[in-house]
T-cell receptor, first 111, second 113 residues
Framework: DAKTTQPPSMDCAEGRAANLPCNHS???????VYWYRQIHSQGPQYIIH???NNETNEMASLIITEDRKSSTLILPHATLRDTAVYYC????????????FGKGTKLSVIP | KAGVTQTPRYLIKTRGQQVTLSCSPI?????VSWYQQTPGQGLQFLFE???????NKGNFPGRFSGRQFSNSRSEMNVSTLELGDSALYLC????????????FGPGTRLTVT
């Protein structure tokens, strides 16, 4: 699976949009981009995933660049409960069953 | 419906001992995956069980084993504990194993002294 690079930390004001970047320059054609988050003392939580089109669900939007070498997770109106570590991972095929997280981005939502 | 439950939540063991961790998946879910999470290595996949059969396995030594029962509850066993086994052990359940439908439990924090 391709390697990803994320900034170690970010701050966002409450109520504003949080834009979390991820670089995956070695991604191959059949690899999906997945985003998870982990709130302190809880298990990881699935957020969204995509292959090449932008995706939106009730939690977030995922913007993938045309060359697929990077993506951005957007939390449209961040709340204090969105403070967590966000993980961007690239996985080969939707049928994969394994997750491996790196360091992720620690997002702090500031009141 | 009730979420994924893991017991115990916290555990302290001594080197050389063995430990068994338990995971009860969401009702109706047939897939249970186990992960180890440490500050240094991040989240790493241990194995996945589906309908009582181990379907996928990560790169961990044979000291790590698991099983799944007919009611989909799963146990994970670690024998001959080492200091490096100190970690948060997470289990995740899903209907069929898809990553977009996995629900994680709160984890068991294992400390080996």
């Amino acid at each position: 699976d391709a390697k990803t690079t994320q900034p170690p930390s970010m701050d966002c004001a409450e109520g504003r949009a949080a834009n979390l970047p991820c670089n995956h320059s070695t991604i191959s054609g059949n690899e999906y981009v997945y985003w998870y988050r982990q709130i302190h003392s809880q298990g990881p939580q699935y957020i969204i995933h995509g292959l090449k089109n932008n995706e939106t669900n009730e939690m977030a939007s995922l913007i993938i660049t045309e060359d697929r070498k990077s993506s951005t997770l957007i939390l449209p109106h961040a709340t204090l409960r969105d403070t967590a570590v966000y993980y961007c991972i690239v996985i080969s095929g939707a049928g994969s069953y394994q997750l491996t997280f790196g360091k992720g981005t620690k997002l702090s939502v500031i009141p | 419906k009730a979420g994924v439950t893991q017991t115990p939540r916290y555990l302290i063991k001594t080197r050389g001992q063995q430990v068994t961790l338990s995971c009860s998946p969401i009702s109706g879910h047939r897939s249970v995956s186990w992960y180890q999470q440490t500050p240094g290595q991040g989240l790493q996949f241990l194995f996945e069980y589906f309908s009582e059969t181990q379907r996928n396995k990560g790169n961990f030594p044979g000291r790590f084993s698991g099983r799944q029962f007919s009611n989909s509850r799963s146990e994970m066993n670690v024998s001959t504990l080492e200091l490096g086994d100190s970690a948060l052990y997470l289990c995740a359940s899903s209907l069929f194993g898809g990553l977009d439908e996995q629900y994680f439990g709160p984890g068991t924090r294992l400390t080996v002294t």
